[in-house]
């Protein structure tokens, strides 16, 4: 296929959300047709649509609209398939969006669920969907003359919402503006453009004698800006408008399908139905199978150096916890400080004290750097690498020659150092990693904070390096403290494991907290026993399938269970961290096991793997 805009210009267009707008016989059609014919000619997927022909003048009518155009995109992508080759549920969705079937959500997603479909399909991140909409403000525009504009730019917020980095190619689409109006139409990742902006669409007016207009006139430095209101009468005034004031001429809405098409989805609600039997013994078979295992004692052969493994009622005397009262309060501050219904994020910042009197630490670049130099000259060391652009945290890692000494990263012990002044934590930090590039056996991680945080400094370490670290960093005593209140500590160093799932300790601490929040109704009612009994109990199965602690915990492994309960008992005195705690284990294979079971059969299982 020629191209008339240089194929170089075309390729830019790739994952840019742009709205051309301009006069009619701007070039606008041409531009859209060009890119989509470049992209298709080049394998990616295209979703065209074409909203010239909108003739609206309430919101049903809109909703209608979009059923129709969304039911010929399905259809061109659903169609070819005879014998299903996707899940029962993608074809089952597909089939409400081409018979007009499918609710005003299941619409509003209609777009975002086709662009996964194509993502989840190709598996490439070269090839992705292109979206094209011809004049997308079209509805903007009836919209705002027959007073529902909110509610159509509510539909194209939802509509719209596609992430172009992760899913889509990018949306390019078209609106209609007059020569002398700039005018910003407020869609969704999507920014809007005028022809006489942008310099080959302009080249090309200029070639074809299309008149677009002259440069808008300036106002404080800023282009003069039009509500989409002032665009719509400009538009009803430059434009015929087809259909009377009333819009009874408006298309037919109705969606049309011939006999072959029927028949093919027929075919598909047929072999849908089959499925969803299928899919339901299986359903049945798989439940009768997990009672079983949740039912299932965990067999102690002494494997896992834990008195709460296997653990099934959290039982715990308040009265002999000297600790229950000062935890109970903290966590009764925070309730207050954020309420029930606040989210787990929330929950982690407050405890981490983020975005309190925020403060930038300086110079982590030129210390990471510094220490990365001196780690490649050691040949002691296979491989280092920094982090420099991460915005909260620098980053250094550390891999040995000795391939023997290398264990996995489930097997390293995390500790947390906390300064009492911010301003010690980088010197804290330089040394620290300093000794174990030098002094360390195994492989090891760390980073510092790049803002001010409690949780300013973690490091990774093999249970072999742990011990000779702590020694060395007993000289820095007087200068740390401990403020994570759901951590344990052994000394000044808090203790804990990266999870199996790569969050952190303060992470799921944090979801615990909100979903406990949002358990009880008052302050009153706070208690940190109840919560970690909570977690127990839906870790074990022991709450509804509806319950919120089931939903957030049931399917959490055995790594998060031991870490957490184990770290609760430290919390209320009972024990200290000894050299034979499970939190300061060195076992890899232990800790995988634990990592893989989601419950006391799993475990039993994976223990005799490992």
């Not at 005593?477 to 494991?497: K, V």
């Not at 499970?582 to 059969?601: Q, R, V």
Request: net charge negative; proline share 2%; hydrophobic share 35%.
């Amino acid at each position: 296929m020629n191209h008339i805009f240089d194929k170089d210009y075309l390729q830019s267009l790739y994952c840019q959300c742009v709205n051309l707008c301009g006069p009619r016989k701007s070039g606008k059609t041409t531009w859209l047709n060009e890119a989509r014919g470049y992209y298709s000619d080049n394998g990616h997927p295209v979703i065209y649509m074409d909203f010239s022909d909108c003739r609206i003048n309430n919101y049903e009518k809109f909703v209608l609209y979009i059923k129709k155009k969304m039911s010929k995109v399905y259809l061109d992508v659903f169609k070819c398939f005879d014998k299903p080759t996707v899940y029962y549920q993608t074809i089952e969705h597909a089939l409400k969006i081409i018979t007009g079937e499918c609710n005003e959500e299941e619409l509003r997603e209609s777009l975002q669920f086709i662009v996964n479909y194509y993502r989840g399909r190709l598996q490439q991140r070269d090839k992705r969907a292109m979206i094209f909409i011809d004049e997308i403000s079209k509805p903007l525009l009836y919209a705002a003359k027959y007073d529902f504009l909110e509610d159509v730019y509510d539909f194209y917020d939802d509509f719209l919402d596609i992430d172009h980095y992760e899913l889509s190619g990018g949306i390019l689409t078209t609106s209609f503006l007059p020569a002398e109006v700039e005018c910003q139409f407020y869609l969704k990742y999507i920014s809007s453009k005028h022809v006489r902006n942008v310099k080959p669409i302009a080249d090309y007016c200029v070639n074809e004698g299309i008149n677009i207009g002259v440069e808008a006139e300036m106002d404080m430095g800023w282009y003069r800006t039009y509500a989409v209101t002032e665009s719509m009468k400009k538009y009803f005034q430059t434009i015929l408008v087809l259909s009377d004031e009333n819009g009874s001429a408006s298309p037919d809405y109705d969606i049309a399908l011939d006999d072959e098409t029927k028949a093919h989805i027929a075919r598909m609600r047929a072999w849908v139905a089959e499925e969803k039997m299928l899919e339901a013994e299986r359903k049945r078979i798989a439940k009768e199978k997990e009672i079983a295992e949740y039912a299932t004692l965990y067999e102690d052969n002494g494997q896992v150096p834990s008195s709460f493994v296997g653990l099934r009622n959290l039982d715990i005397n308040v009265e002999v916890c000297p600790k229950y009262e000062a935890i109970n309060n903290i966590l009764k501050e925070a309730y207050k400080a954020l309420g029930r219904d606040t989210h787990f994020s929330g929950v982690y910042d407050y405890f981490q004290k983020l975005g309190q009197d925020e403060e930038i630490i300086e110079g982590v670049n030129k210390v990471l750097c510094e220490l990365k130099e001196k780690a490649d000259a050691l040949e002691t060391i296979k491989s280092c690498n920094i982090s420099l652009h991460d915005v909260y945290w620098g980053r250094f890692d550390v891999q040995r020659t000795d391939e023997k000494r290398n264990v996995s990263d489930l097997a390293l012990i995390k500790m947390y150092l906390s300064a009492k002044d911010i301003s010690d934590a980088l010197a804290i930090f330089y040394d620290a990693v300093e000794f174990m590039i030098e002094e360390g056996r195994g492989l090891f991680h760390a980073k510092v904070t790049r803002i001010s945080r409690d949780d300013q400094i973690c490091m990774w370490v093999t249970r072999e390096d742990f011990f000779v670290l702590e020694k060395y960093l007993k000289k820095y005593e007087d200068l740390l403290h401990r403020p994570l209140q759901f951590i344990p500590y052994r000394g000044s160093i808090g203790i804990s494991r990266e999870f199996y799932d790569w969050t952190s300790h303060n992470g799921v601490q944090a979801q615990l907290i909100s979903t406990y929040f949002s358990s009880v109704d008052s302050v009153e009612k706070i208690d940190v026993v109840d919560m970690y009994s909570k977690y127990v109990k839906a870790w074990n199965g022991e709450f509804p399938e509806g319950d919120v602690f089931t939903r957030k915990f049931k399917e959490s492994n055995a790594q998060e269970f031991i870490i957490l309960i184990e770290s609760f008992s430290l919390l209320f005195g009972k024990t200290i961290i000894d050299d034979n705690n499970i939190l300061l284990n060195g076992d890899g294979k232990l800790w995988h096991a634990l990592g893989c079971s989601n419950n006391w059969y799993q475990l039993n299982k994976n223990l005799q793997i490992a």
